[in-house]
């Protein structure tokens, strides 16, 4: 019986250190990291270390007698350089939109840069390299010498590709006879394109910051400019403190990660009514007699929060005075019950609460509130008829534009202005660095247009 226990005993060690072994394979670290895009309706990745940048491929030079899936040379801010299309060049299907920029990808080939097209940026993706396996003839949209391998991640396929094989100086006798990597394209071009430079090495620290730059592009449609690189700048360098504190990677590999980064960005009070300091110092910038009607756009209203501030404080600032908000969302739903927003008074802050009447189901803003503001459902993008505009409330809505459509929603902004109209900008916007913009306040965002002669 002693030896049946004592089997029995080290039978049980055996299987509690197998179980612990399991446990010790099943740990798996991230250690691969790469740039998704989708080509021909599937997905493709490549390495992150082996891409320079994301990009929008607007101008090429033609370059004559190359093959097809050469859209040209390219002038990136100085440097030209050669880009080929992926999706010509496995000849995978795709929708050309004329006047469209293409979607690509600035990837480092030995020495040199290329650009690629692509149907559509994704993310930055992290995957254990363990988990990466070998390619197989089933992937017969591109041939599997160009393709590194494939790896699931989070229910998706990913075909991760060998950038370098591809784009690199091929022997032409390994060259498959039906698919011409840029050897063909040097040899072609190699008398008539310009004389691509060698670019310097970058420094790990630009290129991480870059990395972050395009990981708020791609995953939270957040996109750095000269209006809020101060900020994004000086919170990286909190950020870096932060990930090592908390001993995770720098860059940023889900969504969560970048509404982790921009979390400090947004303006006091975003998506809650303004609290009484905050709604005061905005009634100080205003000036302290204006002629009716006031008329004030609101851009990005969200669930109206924001508008019942501000209706609030004008109502206070100028009593008797005409108001009338346009308050304006892309989301449906929020500015759809905006208009019969329901509260409970302890949730609202205590210099609101003159304004709340008391109804069946909770409080809601008086009717004087109420009739000062018309919400709408509206892109910021798109035109619309307002005209001698006194204020424009868009708290970090700029930010969350592309690059060109925040040009030119300044513009617009700076026609429908009156002469000395306000613009309430995100906390930590400075629009004031694009010409015909200043700054009048040091505590708050408010701009005005630095030119006078605009017609009321």
Request: glycine share 6%; aromatic share 10%.
């Amino acid at each position: 019986m002693a030896v049946k226990d004592a089997d029995l005993k080290e039978q049980d060690a055996v299987e509690d250190a197998w179980d612990e072994e399991e446990e010790v394979q099943e740990i798996e670290i991230p250690d691969f990291r790469m740039v998704t895009f989708s080509l021909g309706g599937r997905d493709y990745g490549v390495d992150i270390m082996k891409v320079k940048e994301i990009a929008k491929f607007a101008q090429y030079t033609y370059v004559p007698n190359t093959p097809p899936y050469v859209r040209g040379v390219y002038n990136l801010r100085g440097e030209i350089i050669s880009v080929v299309d992926l999706r010509r060049m496995f000849n995978l299907p795709f929708e050309e939109t004329p006047g469209r920029p293409d979607t690509g990808l600035i990837v480092h080939v030995g020495d040199t840069l290329v650009g690629v097209v692509v149907d559509a940026i994704d993310r930055v993706v992290a995957v254990p390299s363990r988990r990466i396996q070998p390619p197989h003839p089933l992937f017969g949209d591109i041939n599997v010498r160009f393709i590194s391998g494939v790896v699931e991640h989070e229910e998706r396929l990913y075909i991760v590709l060998d950038i370098e094989r591809i784009l690199g100086r091929e022997e032409e006798e390994s060259a498959p006879e039906d698919s011409a990597p840029a050897s063909e394209i040097r040899k072609e071009k190699a008398s008539k394109a310009p004389k691509e430079k060698v670019p310097a090495p970058r420094r790990k620290e630009e290129q991480d910051l870059q990395f972050i730059k395009e990981g708020l592009a791609a995953l939270a449609g957040f996109h750095v400019t000269a209006l809020n690189e101060a900020w994004v700048e000086g919170r990286w360098e909190e950020w870096k403190q932060e990930r090592a504190a908390q001993g995770k990677e720098l860059q940023l590999q889900e969504e969560e990660d970048a509404r982790e980064f921009l979390s400090p960005f947004f303006s006091p009070h975003t998506g809650e009514f303004w609290g009484e300091k905050y709604a005061t110092r905005v009634a100080e910038s205003l000036p302290k007699e204006v002629s009716p009607p006031y008329k004030v756009w609101n851009v990005g209203c969200g669930k109206g929060y924001e508008t019942y501030s501000l209706a609030a404080l004008l109502r206070n600032r100028y009593p008797g005075v005409l108001l009338t908000i346009w308050a304006q969302d892309v989301d449906l739903l929020s500015v759809s019950m905006a208009p019969n927003l329901v509260v409970n008074r302890e949730e609202v802050p205590s210099w609101l609460h003159s304004f709340l009447v008391e109804g069946r189901n909770g409080y809601t803003f008086s009717q004087e509130i109420k009739d000062a503001i018309v919400f709408e459902y509206h892109d910021v993008l798109n035109a619309n008829p307002f005209v001698g505009i006194d204020l424009i409330v868009a708290r970090d809505v700029l930010s969350f534009l592309e690059p060109s459509a925040q040009l030119r929603v300044l513009e617009e902004w700076e026609e429908k202005l009156k002469p000395k109209g306000l613009v309430l900008a995100g906390a930590h916007e400075d629009i004031s660095v694009y010409e015909g913009w200043k700054r009048v306040r040091d505590d708050l965002p408010v701009f005005q247009k630095s030119t006078v002669g605009t017609k009321e």
